[in-house]
């Protein structure tokens, strides 16, 4: 996949994770978030900056197939996060790569407190969790194969979505 195709694939994800976003209710109207679609559309580049190719044309059929059914992944997380709903999925993979990447955040966040900022709380962690369990069993196992990967290779991929980011501002990247 060349990277004109890669970016493709990013920019037509994020739209479709956008568009449920913004249609993702809440009390009291919509939330200020809602109301910064650029902001997040760069965070969510970001988080999906991390991902290889196989990944990230998985999730764009979940997305498709989401629409498709009438499923909205966003509402669906923030009924997860509130406990609203019950799980959608059970699998093991959930809680391993939730806790990868945790532990990558909370390691990234250790050599470089100035700029990643985390309040040692399972916030994180719960929110990641609860959007994994909208993804399908071969999303899962994707992630979870790229998780597996970056342990054997000794990569972090919180530095790595960190340095994608500031090299989109024009900053020096993380070491």
């Known amino acids: 996949m060349t990277e004109k195709e890669r970016d493709a694939i990013l920019d037509e994800i994020v739209r479709r994770e956008l568009d449920m976003f913004l249609a993702t209710p809440n009390e009291g109207g919509p939330a200020e978030c809602q109301q910064r679609p650029e902001v997040f559309k760069l965070m969510r580049l970001m988080t999906h900056s991390a991902h290889d190719n196989a ?4 999730y764009l059929q979940d997305l498709k197939d989401a ?3 009438g499923r909205n ?6 009924a997860r996060m509130d406990n609203l709903i019950p799980p959608l999925n059970e699998t093991p993979l ?11 955040l909370d390691e990234a966040a250790k050599m470089h407190p100035d700029i990643i900022k ?8 719960h929110y990641l969790r609860c959007e994994l369990e909208t993804l399908s069993d071969k999303s899962l196992e994707l992630y979870g194969e790229e998780i597996k990967l970056a342990r054997d290779q000794n990569k972090n991929l919180a530095l790595k979505r960190h340095n994608w980011l500031a090299a989109k501002l024009g900053r020096p990247p993380l070491k």
């Open 67 to 69: 629409e498709r059914t």
């Open 73 to 78: 992944f966003m509402v669906e997380k923030y």
């Open 55 to 58: 990944f990230l044309e998985s």
């Open 118 to 125: 985390r309040d040692g709380s399972d916030k994180f962690r």
């Open 94 to 104: 959930l809680d391993e790569i939730a806790k990868a990447e945790t532990n990558w």
